[in-house]
Each structure stands twice: as structure tokens, then as C-alpha cells.
């Protein structure tokens, strides 16, 4: 059986900016990675931008600076989605990177000697913003067959692939392997496509047109087509990770594409990769588009979807890992979906706050009262409610594993989901509050919460790929992490672990209610509405927070009351940082964790041994510590929104005493307002009202 598992999204156009299509891509990709990973498979996840063509070396121009220094700013942005979205990919590739850039020349001096490059003079249609030729068939008016698709005429030499060489052999390779392309009906589409003449593609533009490219390897005046170069990240992708282990990746084991670009991916790369002689990738699964009041989203039509946006909307109730769930389960793969704040807040509310934060909530609640927090052993001989349950679970892990094989991720979200209502259903009809009442049914309470807390911790592992943050959290909230990696079995939750407290995981999103509709108005349910901007040059501003993990730690040699932290910031690199919570965490505690760090303080030595920062927490009135768990990747910014981030380097900590951090609902806000890392709240355990310094 294969165990390598190989998935890569589309290369992100760095002209255009994020947006719900991207996002939906992106973590597709990411959770069949992460699914794979579950299971104990080798994966590599492979996302980036492409940054070659026209249309950037236009904008350069109209923005006063060079090609280079245009993406180098605008591919940050997928990254900071990337970031944003928690995705858990293997490398970023940038078409601009050196490695793609050489094996792109490789694969074209190959074609050049064997004959399929060949040069002659054209003339066609040509579409700038696709960056392509069209046939007269395809032109309707001066316009392509797309929305403001306009053309215009371009005669030039340049060089050209024989793509049409390929067609009967692509033709063969679609009808011998039907899951090839899928869904079926774009596999019957792509068909459609070959059944006229397959012309040859033209695969350079002349550098007195366009500078902006890869060089010809045999011709140093023209540059490669876009699509060329573009398309060859995908093989490019691994080889670096080592250079020895980069080809054992390929074939991928799934392109995910969006519909809009099947031809490409389905009929000009395939017949590169015969030319050159690679092997294809073995599938390729085209998506549909997020669509708003029926029309395809676009800039023109002002309804593109921001995740940013989206992210912090709904930040005390899920932020990205809301958006994540959502996009999974709202878009059947392969078909058209909509995005509204409707369904997002049926989502927040019904699948996310009723089912899965009910249920934890519900067991904590009576571990809690029956067993001082300690979760009762689960016994190896069940009957009645307990055995159905059990054999939930167990068939609904095989069903799941089934969809997932098909690319059926929403089916497979809504098998796991059907699990959460089994449990809730379990709950009901036990009634461990009720049996908590009367000392004699004890063992029955025992067996309920056991049953009940096993059957969650299986839940939580189906949904770890699509809310890896929450359901991290939801795990420690039970006693531990290490429940997580592969363990889709049944019985694998050890007894005595303490259930922690903690604010809900999912809180309810109640939505506006009318005053004029209410009998009573002043007894609404509250809003979470945002408060009023804050001044752009708050204070705030000056001081760089980030999010850090915890790579290693150790007791200070010198003051029993530090622990020497070495803290991952992402791109920020790594820091030592001495902090004073050794009377309540472990060195072997810390490990792992995340937390808020003040990145831009003056660097100080603390009994010898010199710290480069500081890390947030807040105390409650008992004089406990309370450190914040920010959900954002390694490096990720906090901000407050209306708050310009300005973070000055060496401050002294007097900076800090300018403003006041505190906890309110669990979460650190800023004058009313959330402080965000990654696009979500941060989290912390401290009563509302104690101050985070």
C-alpha cells in the first residue's frame, strides 16, 4: 500500500489578493494533508505564488519599482493567509525561487534538443489579463469568453511546443483511467475539449514585449510563457527537501485546481509532462466557485469574500477556525457554493456551539461535580446505550476514512458530525445529571462519562484536520495533546486525566434583535458588537507582540523562581527569553506551548543569563499565573483592529505601563476590544477583569 501522499494547490497569481477562493483551496489542501498525516502517512503539502508574466511587470511599472520588489511585497500576502488559515504546508514556492527557475530552463533545453520547440511567426487574439491566445472561435464581440475578457490583435515570432502531437495519447489517458479528472462530469468536459483539433502552444513572449519572465535557455531575447514556467512548480516543489528524496514525491498524488483553470492543468500540463517525459500526476480534482446572490464573485462586482475580514468578524467565535470548518462544509467538491453571514452563523451556532461545544461543556460540567475533575476509567464490557455508542464511533471513523479516500470532504465532515449528535443523543437519554444525584448508580455515571468523554475524544480527532487550533485546545481542556496523532480507535483515552477549565470553545453568536419586534428590549440578548476605533497612534501600536512556541526550556541555574525559555517566532527567528512562572509550570510543561511575547524590548540580563523579550500572562486576585495560549502560527502579529501597528525597536518596559491589557469572556482585550494573533482571539484562563502584563 502507498503511504506517501502528495498534494499541492494551484500557485497563487501574486497580482490578485486573497480571497475565499484561495482560502478554500488552501485549506482543502490542508486538510487532506492533515488527514493523511492522521493516518500515519508520509505528506507533503505543497502551496506558493507565481509571479512571472505581464500583468506584474505592469503593475511594477505603475507602482515605481521593479518586478522583483513587487512580488517579493504582494506574495507575502498568501503567506500572511497562510499564516492566518494555520495551514500546515511543506514549502512555499515562489516561481522567482532559484531552484524552479533552473529546472524550468532544464525541462525547456530538453524539449529544445528533442525536437518539440520549434519557432515561427503568429498572429492572434490576445488576452492580457489571462495572459493567453485565443482562437476566433472563442470571441464574441472583441471579448473573451469570459467576463471583461478583452482581446486584442498580436503578430509576433515566438516559440512553440508540439502540444498537438499529444492529443490522441491525452485522450487514451483520460479514457483508460476515469478518476483521473474528477468529478466525472469535468473529466467529460476536458473530453469535450479534445474532441477538435489541439493546436500547439505557444510557450515564449519576446523580452522587447515582456522582460518579466524565466530566459529561454537556447534563445536569450525571449522569456517563458507563464503557464510554462508555472505549471513546472509542481515537480520543482519537493526536490529541494533533500535534493535525493525530492523525486521519490513524484507523481503528485492530487492537483487541486479550480474549475477556471482545468485546461490548463488537464490538457497543456499533462502534454508537458509527456514532451519532457514525467511521469502525470495521478489525479486532479477541480473545485467549484464560491458564488454571492447567485454570480460569481469578483473585484468589478465589489462581493469578493476577505478571510482576513472574515477571520476578524467572527473572532470570539472561531475566527479562522470557524471559516475553515465552514468552507468544508458548505462546498460539495467539485460543485458551486455560496458564502453568506447566515451560514456562517448557523455554523457557528448549530454545528459548532450546539453540537461539539455543548458536548464538552456537558462532560466537563459533570466530571467536574461527580469526580473532582478526574475523568473515571472506561470499562471494557459495555452494554445498552454505551455499546451504540461505541459502535457509532467505530463506524463512523470507517465512513469517514471512506470519504476521504473518494475526496468526498464534505459527506465525510457531515459523517463526523452525525457523531456529535449520537453523543449529544447519548447524553439525553442517560441523564448523568440525573444519576449524579443518587450515590448507589455511580458506576452508571462512571460508565456514562467515560463512554461519552472516549466518544469525544474520537470526534475531536475526525475533526482535528479542519479546526487543528480548537480542537488542540479542546484536547488540553481534557487533560492532553498527546490524545491527537493517529488515534482513530476506539478506547484509546486514558483514565485519571483532569478535564481543565477554560471559557466555552465555541461560544453561541446571538444574532441583532429588532427593539420595535421585542416586548421587552432591554432584556435582549447581547450583541458583540465592535466598539469604537481606538486612535491610530495608540501606544499599543509601538510594542511588538507575536506569537511564539516553545521550543525548549529549562530551571535558571541561578534564580529558583525563572525558567529559561527558547522560544520559535517564525520568520522572527528564535529567542531566549527568562521568565518568572517557575513556582506554577514545569520546564517539562512548556514545552510545545504558545504563547504572547513582547518581541521588541530592550535585551536584559537576569541573574546572568540574558533574556530578549518578554512573554504576557495575567493573575488573578489568589496571585495565580495565568499565561495567554494565542492560537496563531509561530511569528504571527498581535493587533487590535483601528490600532496601526508602528513597533519601534529596544523599548524599555515602560512603554507597556501606557495602556492596559486585561481578560474578559477568557479572551485579552485592549479597551473593550480583542486582541487578535492569526485572526483569532487569545485565549486565557484568568477570571475577566485580571490585567495581562
Known amino acids: 500500500m502507498n503511504t506517501r501522499f502528495y498534494v499541492t494547490t494551484p500557485i497563487y497569481y501574486v497580482n490578485d489578493v486573497p480571497h475565499i477562493g484561495h482560502s478554500y483551496t488552501s485549506v482543502l489542501g490542508d486538510v487532506l494533508a492533515r488527514w493523511h498525516r492522521l493516518l500515519g502517512h508520509e505528506v507533503f503539502f505543497l502551496t506558493g505564488t507565481d509571479e512571472h508574466g505581464q500583468k506584474v511587470q505592469e503593475a511594477a511599472q505603475k507602482a515605481g519599482r521593479t518586478p522583483k520588489e513587487h512580488v517579493d511585497a504582494t506574495s507575502e500576502r498568501f503567506r500572511e493567509m497562510g499564516r492566518l488559515l494555520g495551514l500546515s504546508n511543506d514549502r512555499f514556492i515562489r516561481t522567482t525561487d532559484p531552484d524552479h527557475v533552473s529546472y524550468v530552463q532544464d525541462v525547456l533545453q530538453k524539449l529544445w534538443d528533442k525536437g518539440e520547440i520549434y519557432k515561427s511567426a503568429y498572429k492572434g487574439l490576445y488576452n492580457v489579463r ?26 509576433e515570432v515566438n516559440y512553440f511546443f508540439k502540444m498537438g502531437s499529444y492529443q490522441e495519447k491525452l485522450l487514451e489517458q483520460i479514457q483508460q483511467n476515469p478518476d483521473w479528472i474528477v468529478p466525472d462530469f469535468r473529466r467529460n468536459e ?7 483539433p489541439l493546436g500547439d502552444l505557444c510557450i515564449s513572449r519576446p523580452k522587447s514585449r515582456l522582460s518579466w519572465g524565466i530566459e529561454l535557455p537556447f534563445d536569450r531575447e525571449f522569456v517563458t510563457y507563464v503557464w510554462f514556467d508555472a505549471l513546472l512548480n509542481y515537480v520543482t516543489g519537493p526536490i529541494p527537501t533533500p535534493p535525493a528524496e525530492g523525486e521519490r514525491w513524484w507523481p503528485a498524488s492530487v492537483h487541486l485546481i479550480g474549475k477556471d483553470i482545468l485546461t490548463t492543468h488537464s490538457v497543456y500540463w499533462p502534454t508537458m509532462l509527456m514532451g519532457a517525459g514525467i511521469p502525470l500526476p495521478r489525479q486532479i480534482l477541480a473545485h467549484g466557485w464560491w458564488m454571492a446572490d ?148 455511580r458506576d452508571e455515571l462512571a460508565e456514562v462519562l467515560a463512554v461519552s468523554s472516549e466518544a469525544l475524544r474520537v470526534l475531536l480527532v475526525l475533526l482535528s484536520p479542519y479546526m487543528p487550533r480548537k480542537i488542540a485546545e479542546a484536547l488540553r481542556l481534557m487533560g492532553g495533546e498527546e490524545a491527537l496523532p493517529g488515534k482513530l480507535a476506539w478506547g484509546l483515552l486514558p483514565s485519571g486525566r483532569a478535564f481543565q477549565d477554560g471559557a466555552p470553545l465555541f461560544p453561541r453568536l446571538m444574532p441583532p434583535k429588532d427593539p420595535a419586534q421585542s416586548a421587552n428590549p432591554g432584556k435582549q440578548p447581547k450583541v458583540h458588537a465592535a466598539p469604537p476605533a481606538a486612535e491610530p497612534n495608540h501606544p499599543f501600536g509601538k510594542v511588538d507582540y507575536r506569537v511564539a512556541k516553545v521550543v525548549s526550556a529549562e530551571d535558571h541555574p541561578g534564580a529558583e523562581k525563572l525558567l529559561v525559555l527558547q522560544l520559535d517566532v517564525g520568520e522572527a527567528g528564535q529567542r531566549q527569553v527568562c521568565a518568572g512562572i517557575r513556582s506554577q509550570y514545569s520546564a517539562e510543561s512548556m514545552v510545545g506551548r504558545k504563547l504572547l511575547l513582547v518581541a521588541n524590548l530592550k535585551k536584559a540580563k537576569l541573574r546572568g543569563v540574558e533574556s530578549q523579550g518578554m512573554i504576557l500572562a495575567a493573575d488573578d486576585p489568589e496571585g495565580r499565573i495565568h499565561l495567554l495560549s494565542p492560537e496563531g502560527e509561530p511569528g504571527s502579529f498581535a493587533v487590535v483592529e483601528g490600532l496601526d501597528r508602528m513597533p519601534g525597536q529596544n523599548l524599555l518596559i515602560d512603554t507597556l505601563d501606557a495602556f492596559e491589557l486585561s ?13 487578535l494573533a492569526g485572526g483569532v482571539g487569545i485565549l486565557c484562563q484568568a477570571p475577566d477583569g485580571a490585567k495581562a502584563h
Do not use: C
Open 130 to 155: 489571462d495572459e493567453r491566445f485565443y482562437s476566433e472561435s472563442d470571441i464574441r464581440e472583441g471579448r473573451g469568453p469570459g467576463p471583461d475578457e478583452v482581446v486584442e490583435e498580436v503578430e
Open 294 to 441: 447567485g454570480q460569481k464573485m469578483s473585484k468589478s462586482l465589489g462581493n469578493v469574500v476577505d478571510p482576513f475580514d472574515v477571520a476578524a468578524k467572527y473572532a470570539d467565535f472561531g475566527g479562522a477556525e470557524a471559516f475553515r470548518f465552514f468552507l468544508m462544509r458548505e462546498m460539495v467538491v467539485g460543485q458551486d457554493s455560496s458564502y453568506s453571514d447566515a451560514g456562517m452563523t448557523k455554523v457557528i451556532n448549530n454545528d459548532l456551539a450546539n453540537d461539539v461545544g455543548n458536548i464538552l461543556s456537558r462532560i466537563r460540567k459533570q466530571v467536574a461535580t461527580g469526580f473532582d475533575g478526574v475523568l473515571p476509567a472506561l470499562p471494557t464490557e459495555l452494554s445498552g446505550a454505551s455499546s451504540e455508542l461505541r459502535d457509532k464511533a467505530v463506524s463512523v471513523v470507517a465512513e469517514v476514512e471512506n470519504q476521504m479516500r473518494l475526496f468526498r470532504v464534505s459527506h465525510a465532515l457531515e459523517e463526523t458530525m452525525s457523531l456529535a449528535r449520537a453523543i449529544n443523543s447519548y447524553l439525553e437519554s442517560t441523564a448523568p445529571w440525573k444519576l449524579a444525584k443518587d450515590p448507589a448508580r
Open 663 to 675: 481578560i474578559s469572556g477568557g479572551r485579552l482585550v485592549l479597551d473593550g476590544k480583542p486582541v
Open 190 to 196: 476536458v473530453s469535450g475539449f479534445l474532441r477538435q
